[in-house]
């Protein structure tokens, strides 16, 4: 994973502890423009009915493995009226999108896996959507024509 601070004009470095249960739903505190907020969170698979994990061996068989834990979570911004929030939660990492009432986008991302303080905190970047640099994208590239 790349830094997410080399495509930001603007961010802020937040301490984020994710518990180490995540559970059916989540409480994350973290600041947006300086403003604390506690973001709320509830379990939400992503998955289809029905999903299944089918793996082929070496033989050509296939066969099911078990589903991997759902990691994505929706919710609200506590005293944001209006604000909506999707999420995924790995390794004790967070990534958010923060849709405000006001069409206001905010990001979070975690900075390294490998940058943790004594409280199981990871360093995050919590930017607002204007400040992703011009020509930066979204985890894939244009497909070529």
């Not at 423009?33 to 709320?40: K, N, R, T, V």
Request: charged share 20%; proline share 4%; with cysteine.
């Amino acid at each position: 994973m790349s830094d997410p601070r080399e495509q930001l004009l603007r961010y802020q470095i937040e301490d984020i502890v994710i518990p180490t249960t995540a559970g059916s739903s989540l409480t994350i505190s973290l600041s947006l423009d300086g403003a604390p907020c506690e973001l709320h969170l509830e379990l939400h698979s992503l998955r289809a009915n029905g999903f299944r994990v089918l793996v082929q061996d070496d033989r050509g068989r296939i066969r099911e493995e078990a589903s991997p834990a759902t990691r994505t979570y929706r919710g609200d911004v506590e005293g944001l009226a209006g604000a909506r929030v999707a999420a995924s939660v790995a390794d004790g990492q967070l990534f958010a999108v923060i849709l405000l009432e006001t069409g206001e986008k905010w990001g979070v991302e975690p900075i390294a896996s490998s940058i943790a303080g004594d409280d199981g905190a990871v360093l995050h970047a919590v930017y607002n959507g204007r400040d992703v640099a011009s020509g930066a994208h979204c985890g894939t590239q244009p497909v070529a024509t």
